[in-house]
């Protein structure tokens, strides 16, 4: 036994045979292999009206209280966060959960991020700029405390154990560290329904805690010759218990008009659960945020550093950046509302970012989920404020949620394109209870379902 959890157990099996006596003993529920888990690699703040927050525009907080995440900690469970200024002082634990380094076998160092995932995505959920030139890189929660959980290597890669670890750590020290959301940019293919997943199951453990857990869709939205996939979405995005997010290409602009959904982002129903997934999208496309210095991703992608010196900044794209994005968010909206008697469960952090999201009705919920990520919507939502527009555009907001396999709103059973867009056509038969209608049969065309056959362990997820 290499490793106890809360439920279960990592085992190092020496043989087949000794592999089957396991499988049969009457005492073991599952089965499940440690796969290896990858990253899914000032405009965003603009486009998603995060800026308008900031300022105290748009929410109804007392005298228009600018909201930055204050007293809301945010758990990174990446590479690791470089203790760059942007971060300084912000960055109130550190630990590492990695056994060895894939490479060479030796410890890894003390939350070092030798990748550099993990310095980006921290800094766009919370990077706090030193001076007027830096505000590209405000993060969306700027004020928030971060949790550094190392658990990825140098190349990027880590195990699934070494995630939950991380994740049941997060738990059991949620009140210590006043941590209150847990960012998860990674993923591996999944492989089997969430119920016997162990990562997902630890994500349910982190949720009874009190976590608001969000992570990546996963970037498998289109085979290597662009056809157009669906059930691409990756453990642990397939988890009821967690905010799956995917990602869009703002193109560059401020400005929501313009924005498509990224081809690469996954999308639903999830594999062997056919849960609706994502839960939402927001920009994921070209993300520039901090970088670690001397990090493989900048050293080995000189093209993807704009600017030079303590100015340089990281570009990279996926659905890890989207999901912090969201994690951001999520602690803007605990920032608000979690400090009451109250507080905010993570459902109701998932119900309130969903409902104000912006839904298009040619996306279909397979592809965007309950819609576009609108911040200044979900903090005016509670209340039923107007939201302030965004770059002169009226964002209404979709009135669309949904948590594991219950929806709520009669508009979402109605209407032919409201769960595939403009791919497939559904009708009001399309949901009758806890499952979805189909089969892998109806899916023809220019569109594929992924088979657990076209999903191995070597096709991982990275976010350059």
């Not at 599952?30 to 800026?51: H, K, P, R």
């Not at 990027?156 to 991380?166: E, H, N, P, Q, Y």
Request: contains cysteine; aromatic residues 6%; charged residues 15%.
């Amino acid at each position: 036994m290499r490793k106890r959890f809360a439920a279960g157990a990592l085992l190092e099996v020496p043989d087949d045979a000794a592999l089957a006596a396991l499988a049969a003993d009457p005492d073991v529920d599952q089965l499940s292999g440690d796969a290896i888990v990858e990253s899914q690699s000032a405009l965003t703040n603009t486009t998603v009206g995060a800026d308008l927050v900031h300022l105290g525009l748009g929410s109804d907080s007392p005298a228009g209280r600018p909201v930055l995440g204050l007293g809301v900690g945010v758990a990174v469970i990446d590479s690791g966060i470089a203790p760059v200024p942007e971060l300084r002082g912000r960055i109130v634990v550190a630990r590492n959960f990695i056994d060895r380094d894939p490479g060479t076998g030796d410890p890894s160092p003390h939350g070092v991020d030798e990748w550099g995932h993990g310095t980006h995505v921290a800094g766009i959920i919370a990077a706090l700029p030193t001076s007027w030139r830096d505000l590209d890189a405000t993060g969306i929660a700027p004020a928030a405390h971060l949790a550094n959980l190392k658990v990825l290597g140098p190349d990027g890669s880590g195990l699934v154990s070494d995630v939950i670890t991380a994740l049941d750590w997060a738990a059991a020290n949620a009140a210590r560290y006043r941590l209150k959301v847990v960012n998860l940019s990674l993923g591996a293919p999944a492989l089997q329904s969430w119920r016997d997943d162990p990562l997902c199951l630890a994500i349910g453990r982190a949720h009874d805690a009190g976590l608001t857990v969000v992570t990546a869709a996963g970037n498998h939205g289109r085979s290597e010759d662009g056809t157009l996939v669906f059930g691409g979405i990756t453990s642990p995005g397939n988890c009821p218990y967690a905010i799956t997010v995917g990602a869009l290409d703002d193109q560059g602009t401020p400005y929501r008009s313009d924005d498509t959904l990224a081809p690469y982002s996954s999308r639903g129903p999830t594999q062997f659960d056919f849960l609706i997934k994502p839960d939402l999208v927001a920009p994921g496309t070209h993300i520039r945020s901090l970088v670690a210095p001397g990090s493989v991703l900048a050293r080995d992608y000189p093209e993807k550093v704009i600017g030079y010196g303590s100015h340089a900044r990281l570009e990279l794209s996926g659905t890890s950046m989207a999901t912090a994005v969201v994690s951001g968010a999520a602690a803007l909206l605990i920032d608000r509302y979690g400090h009451t008697t109250q507080g905010m469960s993570p459902e109701s952090v998932r119900f309130t970012l969903q409902a104000s999201a912006e839904h298009r009705a040619d996306a279909g919920l397979y592809a965007e989920g309950a819609g576009r990520l609108n911040v200044a919507a979900a903090l005016a939502l509670p209340r039923h404020a107007t939201a302030p527009p965004i770059m002169g555009e009226a964002i209404p907001a979709g009135g669309i949620a949904f948590a594991s396999q219950i929806l709520w709103g009669d508009q979402i059973l109605w209407g032919d394109q409201i769960l595939w867009g403009e791919q497939i056509l559904w009708g009001v038969r399309a949901l009758e209870g806890n499952q979805i209608l189909w089969g892998v049969q109806l899916l023809r065309g220019t569109q594929i379902l992924w088979g657990v056959s076209e999903v191995s362990a070597q096709q991982i997820l990275w976010g350059v």
